[in-house]
């Protein structure tokens, strides 16, 4: 059985991982996988989580198993931080997933459970494992250019022409917010003139939101979202836990499918819980609970807000003097888009020999498609950084 095995080649992020941790040289630096890390390197657990964590210590009495889709507090909890009152609670079904990953797998299992024939339109580029994971389920897959390589923002008229071919029942995965791997959001206006074309071709939205707090705070990086969910009749969310509460280990993600009436809800709730039965059975808890815990609780919701703001502050504080740094060295303002993008991370558009460069000549590791995680900035290795931009002939 195992002989017709074939290795798997990791994708291009958790090949990464591997090739900074086996690079001895002291002074590499690493901007590739999506993880938040302060000054000193390390990825923190939040203060609230840590409160959260011990309250539940003392007051938790058992560990015997949930519900197969999931706490019904956190399915609460969870549709009010993502969706607030954009939709009757009555139509949207709930599944507590292992990560944002889980969910987004679970979208795809259920659009291939509907609809295996219509083609799902991604984002070109977009997470790898989108694609990936598409073309495990065998489901067809066509994708849109999104990014515009000399302005480093999105292009919507491309993005516009080439969903010009998505027909009727068609599925298109979208970034909530803080699109990865570019870091180019849609504005506003293009989220409300995105979502009338889609509602009229009868494109059913798939949003993958992963990074809700940290673009332009926890409420505005769900405007597009909430507009969309108001508006369309039926759309499936893969919402993450892992970096807005640094829960990256714990798996914490949730699906929450938007059906057109509460009967249709109830059906889809009941896949729901059947493909976590079919899957993983029960879903882990203790991620969820903490997330529950901190959203439902006043102080301990705050906390959580001003440490997410503070974060997202040195983030922003990264990418500005990346930028500044930039600037001064190459007397040009052509690498001004490294402020002006969104959450964890940028696409440089550099090729894929300079990335190969920079991890060879500078010890820098960024992924080959030239995203940085601008978490892995700080005040000692900017100056590295953009030298080795600059060396490269970027
Ligand atoms: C990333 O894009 O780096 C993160 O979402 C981590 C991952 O699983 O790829």
Redesign the pocket.
């Known amino acids: 059985m195992f002989e017709s095995i074939r290795p798997q080649n990791p994708d291009k ?2 090949m990464l991982i591997k090739q900074f941790r086996d690079d001895p040289r002291e002074q590499k630096i690493d901007l ?4 938040y890390r302060n000054a000193d390197g390390v990825t923190p657990v939040m203060k609230a989580v840590k409160d959260a964590e011990h309250q539940l210590w003392l007051e938790q009495e058992t560990k015997a198993y949930t519900a197969l889709a999931g706490d019904p507090g956190y399915h609460a909890a969870m549709r009010s931080l993502v969706l607030g009152d954009a939709v009757d609670e009555d139509r949207i079904a709930a599944l507590h997933t292992p990560g944002g ?1 889980g969910a987004v797998r679970n979208a795809f299992e259920v659009v291939r459970l509907t609809s295996p024939d219509r083609t799902v339109w991604v984002s070109k580029p977009s ?1 790898p ?1 989108h694609l990936s994971m598409l073309d495990f389920l065998a489901l067809p897959r066509a994708e849109y250019r999104y990014f515009d390589s000399e302005t480093r923002s999105v292009n919507f008229a491309a993005m516009m022409d080439d969903l010009s071919q998505a027909e009727d029942g068609d599925a298109i995965v979208l970034h909530g917010c803080c699109h ?2 570019t870091g180019a959001d849609l504005s506003s206006v293009e989220w409300d003139e995105l979502g009338a074309f889609l509602i009229n071709r009868g494109v059913v939205p798939i949003i993958d939101i ?1 990074y809700q707090g940290f673009g332009d705070g926890i409420a505005e990086d769900v405007i597009g979202l909430r507009s969309f969910a108001g508006s369309f009749p039926e759309m499936l969310i893969a919402a993450s836990c892992s970096k807005n509460f640094g829960l990256y280990r714990e798996r914490t993600g949730i699906l929450l499918a938007i059906a057109r009436d509460s009967r249709t809800r109830n059906t889809t709730q009941s896949l729901l819980a059947h493909l976590n039965r079919q899957n993983i059975s029960f879903p882990p808890d203790h991620g969820s609970r903490l997330v529950t815990m901190i959203l439902q609780n006043d102080a301990l919701r705050t906390s959580w807000q001003d440490e997410l703001n503070a974060i997202n502050a040195t983030l922003r504080d990264n990418r500005a003097r990346l930028a500044e740094e930039l600037r001064r060295r190459s007397s040009s303002d052509r690498f001004g888009f490294i402020s002006s993008h969104k959450g964890m991370f940028s696409l440089l558009g550099a090729s894929e020999d300079q990335v190969e460069l920079m991890k060879k000549r500078h010890g820098i590791y960024l992924v080959s498609d030239s995203r940085i ?1 601008v978490a892995g900035l700080t005040d000692g290795n900017i100056p590295k950084m953009a030298e080795a931009m600059l060396d490269v002939g970027m």
């Open positions: 992020i958790i590739g996988v999506g993880v990953t997470w494992n990865n791997p992963a995680n």
